[in-house]
T-cell receptor
Framework: KNEVEQSPQNLTAQEGEFITINCSYS?????LHWLQQHPGGGIVSLFM???GKKKHGRLIATINIQEKHSSLHITASHPRDSAVYIC????????????FGKGTLLTVNP | SQTIHQWPATLVQPVGSPLSLECTVE??????LYWYRQAAGRGLQLLFY??????ISSEVPQNLSASRPQDRQFILSSKKLLLSDSGFYLC???????????FGSGTRLTVV
């Protein structure tokens, strides 16, 4: 069974700061997902990574398959980025089940 | 376009009452379907998944059951709710052998 660890658990930043959230996992995977959960609970998929790096707007996600580690970066953070960010990994196969980290609560103050 | 509908958004039920949460997917066929639960202070946990009509796999022993009566319909049920069933329930789908995931908006269930 894959163990997914995220750090930090809680993160408070000032608007404009560069944010990094880390995720490590214990077993090799087919893909890693970064998700965003707002206070209402709905989850939005931000990135899906199998290797390398992806960028979308102010968000950047990287993955190091050998080290079993991924990072989510937010440049020029804004209060609307405040949310829980969740890392999830999938082992592949026809059913493709995900194992989730506990999430990182990010609060960006104006 | 592909969408996923989950309802209701919020539910308060007494202990011992039945439960039925429904999830439907549009714009795709033969998806993998999943029910996840997020208990307070914990990460999302897979409850059930289905790779086809009538095919249900359970990940954890529990008071709940799932059914897939149609290709794009996934139902989570309980005959008698327990206090410990409270939580946030998410439906999701993925395309077989591909890794993209789409989540529903979730149902917040409070058992009182």
């Amino acid at each position: 069974k894959n163990e997914v660890e995220q750090s930090p658990q809680n993160l408070t930043a000032q608007e404009g700061e560069f944010i990094t959230i880390n995720c490590s996992y214990s077993v090799g995977i087919s893909a890693l997902h970064w998700l965003q959960q707002h206070p209402g609970g709905g989850i939005v998929s931000l990135f899906m990574l199998s290797s390398g790096k992806k960028k979308h707007g102010r968000l950047i996600a990287t993955i190091n398959i050998q080290e079993k580690h991924s990072s989510l970066h937010i440049t020029a953070s804004h209060p609307r980025d405040s949310a829980v960010y969740i890392c999830a990994v999938g082992g592949g196969g026809s059913n493709y089940k995900l194992t989730f980290g506990k999430g990182t609560l990010l609060t960006v103050n104006p | 376009s592909q969408t996923i509908h989950q309802w209701p958004a919020t539910l308060v039920q007494p202990v011992g009452s039945p439960l039925s949460l429904e999830c439907t997917v549009e714009g795709t066929s033969n998806p993998n379907l999943y029910w996840y639960r997020q208990a307070a202070g914990r990460g999302l946990q897979l409850l059930f998944y289905s790779v086809g009509i009538g095919q249900i796999s359970s990940e954890v022993p529990q008071n709940l059951s799932a059914s897939r009566p149609q290709d794009r319909q996934f139902i989570l049920s309980s005959k008698k709710l327990l206090l410990s069933d409270s939580g946030f329930y998410l439906c999701a789908w993925s395309v077989r052998l591909m890794y993209g995931y789409t989540f529903g908006s979730g149902t917040r269930l409070t058992v009182v």
